[in-house]
């Protein structure tokens, strides 16, 4: 086969224009790869030791003794409920304990809707709950309920023992 003189004219520029695609080809993959790369290894270093301690927080913080639970947290709240319109709303009653964390959340008087419960008959909810807050911002961890002035969730311990503790016990990572 003859090469024409126009099929000359164009063969090297086509040449190089499929050369320079492979090019970029290869370091659009190349930079694909290395960002998941750097991106695995990001997610390696954040999720090894801060997910295994707040893991270890959600999980096991039930079952830790009164003190270290009182210790570890960076806010406690008393609440009471309130029948308002055939819903149970969770109000705030008393912040028992707070460290660090933005005064204007969690504020006596407040309420706190992920609790509200709707009205049925003979439903027992008892005087309040008393909640566990840890980390900034605070987050969740425990609540228990609170019936004849005791936690029934924390062994029966009278609630005024938790609010003496909390005076006393100075805060801790865990």
Avoid at 58 to 71: D, G, H, L, T
Wanted: with cysteine; glycine share 8%; charged share 25%.
């Amino acid at each position: 086969m003859k090469k024409t003189p126009l099929l000359k004219k164009f063969l090297l520029p086509l040449w190089l224009l499929v050369a320079i695609a492979l090019l970029m080809l290869g370091l659009l993959l190349f930079g694909q790869i290395r960002a998941w790369s750097v991106f695995s290894r990001i997610r390696e270093l954040v999720l090894s030791e801060g997910t295994e301690q707040h893991e270890d927080m959600m999980v096991n913080f039930y079952s830790w003794p009164v003190e270290r639970k009182i210790a570890s947290s960076s806010l406690i709240l008393r609440t009471e409920w309130k029948l308002i319109d055939g819903v149970h709303r969770c109000m705030i009653a008393e912040v028992i304990k707070r460290v660090g964390s933005d005064s204007r959340l969690y504020r006596v008087g407040d309420e706190y809707p992920i609790d509200n419960i709707r009205a049925k008959e003979g439903l027992d909810l008892g005087e309040g709950q008393i909640l566990f807050f840890t980390g900034e911002p605070p987050s969740w961890q425990y609540s228990s309920v609170i019936r004849d002035g005791r936690v029934v969730g924390m062994g029966g311990i009278p609630f005024d023992a938790i609010r003496d503790l909390a005076v006393q016990t100075p805060k801790s990572d865990h």
